[in-house]
């Protein structure tokens, strides 16, 4: 479960770069355990939740340090919306400053 658990969160961070028309792990072959639900999608483990956001501010022309800003935020609960922790990992886009707050 935890490796199952491991592979989504992989998957839903690089999700950007799939849709870009790359290939999927078993379009190359590589074995996977199971079959793919009904959307081929994280949502499809019974239980798990998905939530996003995009905050927006300001508009125009950028000016570096004042804006506008587009940034956005995933959050997956892997026991939907009840209080129960589980152990998480952390992935960096840009790899400035990813150890705030981890």
Known sequence: MKRILICLIIFVTSYSSLL???PR???LGIP???T???LNAITDV???EVGHTT???GDGKLIVGEGPVRTGVTAILPRGKK???VFAGWYSLNGNGEMTGT
Request: aromatic share 4%; glycine share 14%.
């Open 46 to 48: 019974q239980g798990v």
């Open 20 to 22: 870009s028309q790359q």
């Open 36 to 38: 793919t639900g009904k």
């Open 55 to 57: 905050l927006i501010s």
């Open 83 to 85: 209080y129960d922790p």
């Open 25 to 27: 792990a078993r379009e």
């Open 32 to 34: 996977m355990d199971g």
